[in-house]
Every structure is written in structure tokens, then in C-alpha cells.
């Protein structure tokens, strides 16, 4: 007995130094008292890290391993789990069905995700930090999953595969997917996956018994990590929770080794491959080429420098490389667009080229630019642009941000990545000894001669066009006649010291002040501007000043479908302002907090301009939106290159999800510039200058045009700029005249219209629209709306995760139409061909039930919690400030005061949704819009 006690001891004592052990060993060279980590004897790991102030908690449950460990048998099968595991486990058995499990947390649909790579499968949340229960649900759902408890009843898996399925079909171009993994497989000698035409039936009739054997064999103690990070109490106490909760853990019987993929290709030969594009290619599309050149990383990283370092350097490096490939494509009519990039998926930089012109003649001058880089290095200002914006990254580095910390965790734990340190300045002190000439060296160090080569050929052109020997040729050929580099120059300014001495300032003709407190000024010739000064709390542009301007006369003005005005300011910005094209205003621009400039648009009945710029680039916006109304390029050039644009958009989303969107704009009579393949054919038929024309008229009148100005500015300082540009727009002696359509968006709007798409085999689109008269201008409507779209959501979640239909997602969109006095609910949606009928039924099932039924008062709150509409709730929101002041005086919508807001939400209760559901989901006002395959 005495002996046994002994050994208990000794073991007992061994547990605990081991664990001791083991904490240091996981912070080994990193010293952080705010971090706590550790693994258990059964291999699970855990880590802690307390963040001060911030007010959400994120956890996380990290498999590290993914789809790159599936076995011929198993394609697909990791994210098949991963979607099983995202939607129950024996103590949540409805886990994504249940509308109140988030709710009960105060988390957002988007608070709790699920995502699956090559090497990695993560499963979070995120919680704010007052709901203390959230950890503890959180631990116990991560246990579930850590400890064999992910259900797999037959039909659910069953369901899980048809959204799979459609997941796969929707999220893009299934051919050209197919043909990029397939040469990142055989690369890395992984399992080939099916090939498009049997990727449906690949996924539904695989087998659950393999689905369980990947999940045993890969979600097991030793590859699960666990991450809390935020604002914690008492890290002490979440340790404790965790080391006890995730102690029982069992390691299988048998353990599988992890096949190191990366390791395989970097020990492997050089390779070549040509693939053909097995997707249908348009007769009337030029046809394009694709070429891949891989630079492994052992062999192309510098033998001085260590990983760490190399990595740093290649960041900047291929920063550069890119700026100068790109600088070759500053030309209208350019055939090729080449990137360069340390690729994620593979241990390699990645050469990527595209091109629809001669495969020779682009290769020659990719590498010719390549060649120039190693003969003649960089300038100075090229190197001294990335170190300088690299150098501010590392010095703003938040090491108080949950996602920084996140991103870090999984990276160490996936890429063997250092976590990091505020103490640890040696990437800094690195960079900071780097000078141009240091980095030319190294440039001269490179020879551009790929290690792997893959091309993806049209389909029906020939093999023996591509062959490596003509391929390596040209490359060889390209490097051998290296062209110095002749920079852009851009100019120095928009407008020169004349052309603005010209400018006079306009005189306030009237001043008064607005029911937001802004100020109303109209100038003498008549442009109307709203000012705002604010201090923006939160929000994307909190830091930024929002300009829009808005004339009440658009396409109409030229008949009732009038593309050409549409497109004209897409046209004019691909031409250029004043003296410059489009190539010389983006270099000056670059630079700036508007690289990409300003937005004008022409709508149905609306042409505007919008910009969101920092104070100190208030008076280049001006110049710009000045130019575009007195100076737009008329350039044929520019014109033939942006239908080449067009083209190059075309097949990037001509898709059938955006088909089917321009149809129901169209049964809308919402006529607007399609998105998906009509936009291609449309752009075929624009006369360029009837374009140029339509917009000139359409800037022609300054009297027609009220600019807002919302965010943090001194008015002092901006107004006599608005004085100078705006105030010197001109007026047309004939005033342009529109007559509105009379065409009504009420009229015929009921029943059920069926459209052919070029659908994937097995895809069906659905829309349901329930449209009326919208009588009263007030918020009371748009909450409403708003409501009751977050009900039809949460009970739609009963199709997918209830009844096993195949649809993968769906949305729900409520809009108040101010211009056609209109409210709209759609159910927007994709599913299989197979559940299409059932899934119509449970649509209208949902509708019967709200209008007939009390939904309970658990269901109710989660309708409200979801409710997020920010112009109506928040007023120190640069954005949603904007958006308030556009209504009301584009459309004279009154304010609205948060506090009425608030109150009316918090009051509203079950009987109300009725009754608006009532109302709003009329059976005669309901129109269903189908769209299949032929």
C-alpha cells in the first residue's frame, strides 16, 4: 500500500511539473505576463490572452489539420464535417436552427463562425464581455466537437451535402477552380478532386462512414488548440475551467501522421503542366491564356538572411516587382495584367500573368521587366515608398486588438509563426538598416528562372502551342534584353497656379440653419450645400470628411432605358480629366487618401458624385469634382480599352447569381447597369460620343446640383474652398428638361414569371417579392420593414437546418422605395432542383404563419436584437449622418431623433409584427420570380 501511495505521488508529481514544464516550454522565448498557455497530458493545448478595455471576449477551437489530410475517398469530406460541426453537437443538437441561441448571448449571426483551409479548421465566437455565461457555452460546444459528440443523423448529413453542393456551384467558376487546385495538387501530390461534371455527384453520395473516420482520425487531442482572448477577469480562473473541462480527452488507439504536403514539394522535382479551361468559352469573347511561375522559397530566399527576415524582404520586394509589372500595363489597349506575391498556399512567389493577346510576345515583356529589375535595381523612391509604409504598419502595430492576437495564436500554431512581442523591435531595426543599394544587391542576386511552370489554355486551342521548351525559350529571350525603367511621370498638380487664379469665389446668396443643426448656404449660382460638422465616434470614415452631390435629373432625361448615360461616367473616368489621362491622375492620386479618386454616377433619375477624403485632401477632391463637370476627356483610346475592361469584368462576374439579379431589377422596372453578362453585351452597343453628349448634359447646370458635407472640418476653412470650385461650376443657358416615366413599379405586380439562366446543372434561383404603396414618410415604415425582415430570416433558418432543403444561403431585403413611393420584402435564394417545390411551400409556410400566428416572445427579442439600421439609431456616425441628411433633402424626409427610434422599437411587440405582416405580406401584391436551367 505504502509502495503504491509512493508511485501515486511520483506520478502525480510528474503530472504536475510536466504541466508546469509545459506552460514554459509554450512561451519558451516570449515573456508576457498577460498570456497564459499550456497542453494537457492528453496533448490538447490551450492559450489565454487578457487584452485591457476591449469589450468583447473571442474564443476559438482550432483542428490543426484540414482538407489537405483527406484521402482519395474523402474529398470534401473536411468541409462536409466542418459544416456538421457548425450545426450540432449532442448538447446543442440545433445549434444554427435555434433563432434564440445567439440571442440569448447578444451575438450577431456573424459572432459565430466556422472556416476550413488545407492545414486548419477554426470555430469561434464572440461575445461581449458582460455575458458571462458565452464562455462557458462556448467551452462546452468546443468539447463537444473535441470529444467525438458532432451528430450525424442521415438526413441532416444528407441536407449538409446539398448546401455543400451549392455552396461549391455558387461561390464562383467551378471549371477555372477545378483547373487552379488541380495544379496546386499536383504540385504537392495531393488527391486530385473531382472533375466539374462530377463534383455533384462526388459530394452527394459520399459515404457518412468515411465522414466519421476523417473525424476521428483528425479532430483528436493533440491537433486541437483552444483560444480565449479579451478583456478576462481572472485568466487563473479560465485556465482552470479549461484544464478540467477538456481533461478527458482520449487520444485514439492508432494515431495517423500528418503528411507534410509542402515538405513533399519543396524535396520534389521541378515541374511543368498545361491544363486546358474545361469551362465554356463565349465565341464572341477573346479568347485567354493563364501562366503560373513558381519561385520556391528555399531557392529564391537570400542565404544571409533568416526566414523571418527573408520573408520581410520578399513582402517589399514583391510590392515593388508588382509596381513595376503594373507600370507596363499604364497604356491603353493593353492585352496582359501580371501580378507577383509570396503565395499562402503554397511555400512559393508566385508569378501570375494573364493575357488575351500573343502568349509570346507577353512573356517576353514580363521577364524583359524582370531582367531591368536585376541589371538596374530600383530607384530610390520605389524602395523608400514601401519601407516607409512597412515601417509605419510595424510602429502601429495594436498589440490590444483581439484580432491581431487571433490571427497570431493560429498562425503559431498552424505556421510555426512567432506570437508576438511588443519588446521584440528586431523587424523594425531590420528594415530601418536597409538602404536602396543593400536591396539592388539582392536584386542583381536574381535570375527569374522558375522553378515550376503551369498554363491554363483555352479551351480548343493547341497543346503543342505551349510546349516547356518554347515556354522557357521566350523567357530566356525576354531576360536577355533587360529595358531600363522610364517611370510614369505624374503631375506635380491637378490644376496649375493659373487655371485656379481664375477661379473666383462664388457669393453667398442665402444662409440659414437645418432641423440636424447643419448649415443650408446657396451660392449665386446656384448650387445648394448642406454642411455638417461633426465627431465622428466610430465607423468607417470617422476620420475622413463625406462629400456627395446630387442633381435630381438623370438617364430618364434620354428615354426610359438609357444605358449610354449610365455608362458615361465609368467611360469618362477610364479617360481622364482636364490635361491628364486616367494613368497620369491615378500616380498623382496614389499617394493621397483618394488613390482610386472620386465616384460620379448618372441613375435613372439621379447623377451624383461622391468622395470620402481626409481633411488635408478636401481641395484635390474639389478640383476633381470641378474637372468632372467642366472638363471630362473625350478619348477613343481610352473608349476601345474600357469595352476591353468590360470584357475582362465580363468574365470575371458573368455569372448566373447576377443574371438573375438584373432580372428582377428589370421586372422591377428598376433600371440600373446590369451586373452580370447584360453588362458585357450592353457595353457593345455604346456610342461614345452620344455617351460624352449625355454626360456633358447632364453636368451642364450648377443650379441643379445640393453637395452635403458630413464629419470632422472646420467651416471656416472649407467653405471659401466649396466658394472657389463649387461655386464656379457653370449654368447652361438651356436648362436640360426630364419627364419622369409614368411607368409605375406597382403596375402588374403580382404572380409567377419564369426565366431561363445559364444556371449550373442542379441550381434553381428564387425570388418572392411582396410590394406596396408606402403612404406614410416616416421611420415608423422602415422599422418596420426591418422587423419584419428579421423575422422571415430567423424562421427561414427551419429550411436548411430543420428540414434538410438544399439551400446553401439566403437573404432577406427590406426597402422603402422614396422615389416610387414603395416598400418591398424580398426572400431571396438558390436551391437544388430536387427540393425547389418544398422550399417554395416553406417560403409561403413562413408567411402564413406570421400573419397568422403570435410568434413567441423568446423569437420576438431576437427579431430585435438583429435590428441594425444605423441612420435611424445613431447620429455621431459620419455614415449614417450622411444618409439622414441625403433623405431628407432628396426626398424630404423629416428627422429623426434616435431616442423616438429606440422608444417605438422597445415598444413593439408580438400583436404589431402581426399586424404589419398582415399588411405588408399581401397575397395580391406578391410576385415570384423563378430562374433554372434550360
Excluded at 527576415?309 to 513595376?324: A, G, P, Q
Aim: aromatic share 10%; net charge neutral.
Amino acid at each position: 500500500m505504502r509502495q503504491t501511495l509512493k508511485i501515486f505521488v511520483l506520478v502525480l508529481l510528474t503530472q504536475v511539473l510536466w504541466a508546469q514544464n509545459s506552460d514554459k516550454n509554450e512561451r519558451d522565448g516570449f515573456s508576457d505576463p498577460t498570456l497564459k498557455s499550456g497542453r494537457l497530458e492528453n496533448g490538447f493545448r490551450y492559450f489565454v490572452k487578457k487584452i485591457d478595455g476591449v469589450q468583447q471576449i473571442y474564443t476559438s477551437l482550432i483542428v490543426n489539420a484540414g482538407s489537405s489530410q483527406e484521402e482519395k475517398d474523402q474529398n470534401n469530406l473536411a468541409h462536409l464535417l466542418e459544416h456538421m460541426a457548425s450545426n450540432g453537437t449532442k448538447n446543442f443538437p440545433n445549434l444554427r436552427g435555434d433563432p434564440n441561441f445567439l440571442s440569448r448571448m447578444k451575438m450577431k449571426p456573424m459572432d459565430m463562425l466556422a472556416f476550413i483551409g488545407g492545414n486548419k479548421t477554426t470555430y469561434s465566437f464572440r461575445f461581449p464581455k458582460e455575458v458571462s455565461f458565452a464562455l462557458d457555452t462556448s467551452l462546452a460546444y468546443y468539447h463537444d466537437i473535441a470529444s467525438g459528440k458532432v451528430l450525424f443523423d442521415d438526413e441532416a448529413v444528407m441536407g449538409e451535402r446539398k448546401t455543400l453542393y451549392q455552396e461549391h456551384i455558387l461561390g464562383g467558376n467551378p471549371a477555372w477552380l477545378y483547373s487552379k487546385l488541380k495544379i496546386e495538387n499536383s504540385l504537392t501530390g495531393r488527391t486530385n478532386g473531382p472533375e466539374p461534371k462530377d463534383l455533384e455527384n462526388t459530394i452527394m453520395n459520399s459515404s457518412t462512414k468515411d465522414l466519421k473516420r476523417f473525424y476521428k482520425d483528425w479532430y483528436r487531442p493533440d491537433l486541437l488548440v483552444l483560444t480565449v482572448i479579451g478583456d478576462i477577469k481572472n485568466t487563473d480562473e479560465v485556465v482552470n475551467k479549461i484544464r478540467e473541462k477538456f481533461k478527458d480527452l482520449k487520444m485514439p488507439d492508432t494515431l495517423r501522421t500528418k503528411r507534410n504536403y509542402y515538405k513533399n514539394y519543396l524535396e520534389s522535382s521541378n515541374s511543368f503542366m498545361v491544363l486546358e479551361n474545361p469551362g465554356p468559352l463565349n465565341e464572341k469573347l477573346t479568347p485567354e491564356t493563364a501562366l503560373q511561375f513558381y519561385y520556391r522559397n528555399p531557392d529564391i530566399y537570400f542565404e544571409k538572411f533568416s526566414d523571418k527576415e527573408n520573408k520581410i524582404l520578399w513582402e517589399l520586394l514583391s510590392s515593388m516587382i508588382h509596381n513595376r509589372l503594373k507600370s507596363e500595363e499604364l497604356n491603353y489597349g493593353t492585352k496582359f495584367s501580371s501580378t507577383i506575391y509570396p503565395s499562402e498556399e503554397l511555400p512559393v512567389i508566385e508569378l501570375d500573368v494573364k493575357t488575351t493577346g500573343e502568349v509570346e510576345n507577353t512573356i517576353k515583356k514580363v521577364f524583359n521587366m524582370l531582367a531591368a529589375i536585376s541589371s538596374y535595381g530600383f530607384r530610390n523612391e520605389e524602395w523608400e515608398t514601401v519601407k516607409r509604409k512597412k515601417i509605419e504598419y510595424l510602429q502601429n502595430r495594436n498589440y490590444n486588438s483581439i484580432d491581431v492576437w487571433a490571427d497570431a495564436i493560429e498562425n503559431h500554431i498552424v505556421e510555426k509563426t512567432p506570437l508576438p512581442d511588443k519588446n521584440d523591435q528586431s523587424d523594425l531595426t531590420f528594415l530601418k538598416n536597409l538602404d536602396i543599394g543593400k536591396i539592388n544587391n539582392l536584386a542583381n542576386e536574381l535570375r527569374w528562372l522558375p522553378n515550376d511552370i503551369a498554363i491554363i489554355r483555352p479551351n480548343g486551342s493547341k497543346k503543342d502551342n505551349f510546349s516547356e521548351l518554347l515556354i522557357r525559350q521566350w523567357i530566356n529571350e525576354g531576360m536577355a534584353h533587360p529595358k531600363r525603367f522610364n517611370p510614369l511621370k505624374a503631375p506635380q498638380q491637378l490644376m496649375s497656379s493659373t487655371e485656379i487664379s481664375k477661379l473666383e469665389k462664388a457669393t453667398i446668396s442665402s444662409r440659414s440653419f437645418g432641423d440636424y443643426n447643419e448649415d443650408i448656404i446657396k451660392l449665386n449660382n446656384g448650387v445648394k450645400i448642406i454642411l455638417k460638422d461633426l465627431k465622428p465616434e466610430k465607423g468607417w470614415y470617422k476620420d475622413k470628411i463625406i462629400i456627395h452631390g446630387f442633381s435630381l435629373f438623370g438617364a430618364s432625361c434620354f428615354g426610359e432605358r438609357d444605358m449610354e448615360s449610365m455608362f458615361s461616367p465609368v467611360i469618362i473616368q477610364n479617360s481622364g480629366l482636364g490635361n491628364y489621362n486616367k494613368f497620369e491622375i491615378q500616380k498623382l492620386l496614389s499617394n493621397t487618401s483618394i488613390p482610386f479618386g472620386i465616384r460620379n454616377y448618372i441613375e435613372q433619375n439621379e447623377t451624383g458624385v461622391m468622395a470620402e477624403v481626409s481633411p488635408e485632401d478636401v481641395e484635390l477632391a474639389l478640383q476633381l469634382i470641378y474637372l468632372s463637370f467642366t472638363e471630362p476627356r473625350f478619348d477613343n483610346a481610352a473608349f476601345e480599352d474600357w469595352k476591353m475592361i468590360e470584357e475582362k469584368r465580363f468574365r470575371r462576374t458573368g455569372n448566373s447569381n447576377n443574371d438573375f439579379i438584373d432580372l428582377i431589377n428589370q421586372e422591377n422596372n428598376n433600371f440600373k447597369i446590369p451586373q452580370g453578362g447584360a453588362r458585357y453585351w450592353q457595353s457593345l452597343l455604346v456610342n461614345n460620343k452620344e455617351a460624352f453628349r449625355k454626360y456633358k448634359a447632364l453636368h451642364a447646370s450648377a443650379r441643379n446640383f445640393t453637395f452635403i458635407l458630413t464629419g470632422d472640418f472646420k467651416k471656416k476653412t472649407v467653405l471659401p474652398l466649396l466658394q472657389k470650385y463649387l461655386g464656379s461650376l457653370p449654368n447652361s443657358k438651356q436648362p436640360l428638361r426630364c419627364e419622369k416615366s409614368k411607368n409605375s413599379k406597382l403596375t402588374n405586380f403580382s404572380g409567377t414569371k419564369n426565366f431561363y439562366l445559364s444556371a449550373p446543372v442542379g441550381a434553381k434561383f428564387l425570388s418572392i417579392q411582396f410590394k406596396s404603396e408606402s403612404e406614410q414618410n416616416s421611420f415608423q415604415e422602415v422599422v418596420n420593414l426591418e422587423l419584419l425582415k428579421n423575422a422571415i430570416h430567423l424562421m427561414l433558418k427551419r429550411l436548411r437546418y430543420e428540414q434538410n432543403l438544399g439551400v446553401y444561403s439566403y437573404s432577406v431585403s427590406a426597402l422603402v422605395d422614396r422615389e416610387n413611393n414603395s416598400k418591398t420584402i424580398q426572400v431571396y435564394l438558390q436551391t437544388n432542383e430536387k427540393d425547389f417545390a418544398e422550399v417554395i411551400e416553406s417560403c409561403n409556410d413562413v408567411f402564413d404563419e406570421l400573419r397568422t400566428d403570435i410568434i413567441p416572445k423568446a423569437l420576438l427579442n431576437s427579431v430585435k436584437d438583429l435590428f441594425h439600421i444605423p441612420k435611424l439609431e445613431d447620429n455621431k456616425n459620419n455614415t449614417a449622418t450622411q444618409a439622414s441628411l441625403y433623405d431628407h433633402y432628396r426626398y424630404g424626409v423629416p428627422f429623426i431623433n434616435p431616442e423616438e427610434v429606440q422608444k417605438y422599437r422597445d415598444n413593439f411587440n408580438e400583436k404589431k409584427l402581426q399586424q404589419i405582416a398582415i399588411e405588408y405580406l399581401n397575397a395580391n401584391r406578391k410576385l415570384v420570380i423563378i430562374g433554372s436551367s434550360k
